[in-house]
Nanobody, 120 residues
Framework: QVQLVESGGGLVQAGGSLRLSCAASGRSFRVHAMGWFRQAPGKERKFVASITWSGSSTDYADSVKGRFTISRDNAKNTVYLQMNSLKPEDTAVYYC?????????????WGQGTQVTVSS
């Protein structure tokens, strides 16, 4: 079992930066790949970024490549999303998720989400 709590969201002007954090509890955090997803009003939840359990490999949605960076600190049971050059279209609720230990691409655990609003 993994419990996830996001923080760091807020209101920022276009071109600004935010860093989201996701604090995890549970003994198995270190074995899970972790990801960030986002959901804009009236739209489906979409993949943003992911990182393997070791942190050696990352993946990004095309819309955020070069602007967002995912990282993790297993000693602190925390995963981060550094967001730079923010655009109004980045406005969404951002969710942290932990991947299944068994099924690749299946996200078993979710946080409650944190709101990011980018003003133009």
């Amino acid at each position: 079992q993994v419990q996830l709590v996001e923080s760091g969201g807020g209101l920022v002007q276009a071109g600004g930066s935010l860093r989201l954090s996701c604090a995890a509890s549970g003994r198995s955090f270190r074995v899970h790949a972790m990801g960030w997803f986002r959901q804009a009003p009236g739209k489906e939840r979409k993949f943003v970024a992911s990182i393997t359990w070791s942190g050696s490999s990352t993946d990004y949605a095309d819309s955020v490549k070069g602007r967002f960076t995912i990282s993790r600190d297993n000693a602190k049971n925390t995963v981060y999303l550094q967001m730079n050059s923010l655009k109004p279209e980045d406005t969404a609720v951002y969710y942290c998720a932990a991947e299944s230990e068994i099924v690749v691409g299946q996200w078993d655990y979710w946080g409650q989400g944190t709101q990011v609003t980018v003003s133009s």
